[in-house]
């Protein structure tokens, strides 16, 4: 499976399109057309989930809130060590955000469900 096809797999449940406009969900970096070698999911991208990656053997890193969420003028080493490392290690770093919290059967319609409203 390449990159594109989870992409467009994610797309049918979680519509990039209801992203908010200050969102930066989906592909951050990597290509659409390398391979899927293995999947890591994970609220945040932090050093742990790099980490993690590695040690099973993941190049695609699907995240919750997007790892570049603003304009970023300079890569810190400390602030953005996790990005680094995953662009180092050739990591792709996808995030699934506000259109998955706005999808149907999405994060905000399972907290609902979850309540009992």
Same mark, same amino acid.
């Given at each position: +499976?390449?990159?594109?096809?989870?992409?467009?797999?994610?797309? /049918?449940?979680?519509?990039?399109?209801?992203?908010?406009?200050?969102?930066?969900?989906?592909?951050?970096?990597?290509? &659409? %057309?390398?391979?899927?070698?293995?999947?890591? $999911?994970?609220?945040?991208?932090?050093?742990?989930?790099?980490?993690?990656?590695?040690?099973?053997?993941?190049? $695609?890193?699907?995240? @919750? @809130? #997007? #790892?570049?969420?603003?304009?970023?003028?300079?890569?810190?080493?400390? @602030? @953005?060590?996790? $990005?680094?490392?995953?662009?180092?290690?050739? &990591?792709?770093? +996808?995030?699934?955000? /506000?259109?998955? %919290?706005? =999808?149907?059967?999405?994060?905000? =319609?399972?907290?609902?469900?979850? &309540?009992? $409203?």
């Amino acid at each position: +499976m390449r990159i594109r096809e989870l992409y467009d797999l994610i797309d /049918t449940s979680a519509p990039f399109r209801l992203q908010k406009d200050y969102d930066n969900a989906g592909l951050i970096v990597g290509s &659409m %057309d390398e391979e899927v070698h293995g999947v890591l $999911l994970c609220l945040d991208v932090t050093n742990e989930t790099v980490e993690e990656a590695v040690r099973v053997g993941a190049n $695609l890193i699907l995240s @919750h @809130h #997007p #790892p570049i969420f603003r304009a970023i003028k300079r890569l810190d080493p400390v @602030h @953005h060590s996790a $990005l680094l490392a995953a662009i180092r290690l050739n &990591m792709v770093l +996808m995030a699934a955000h /506000t259109n998955f %919290d706005a =999808a149907q059967d999405g994060l905000n =319609a399972y907290v609902v469900r979850q &309540m009992g $409203l």
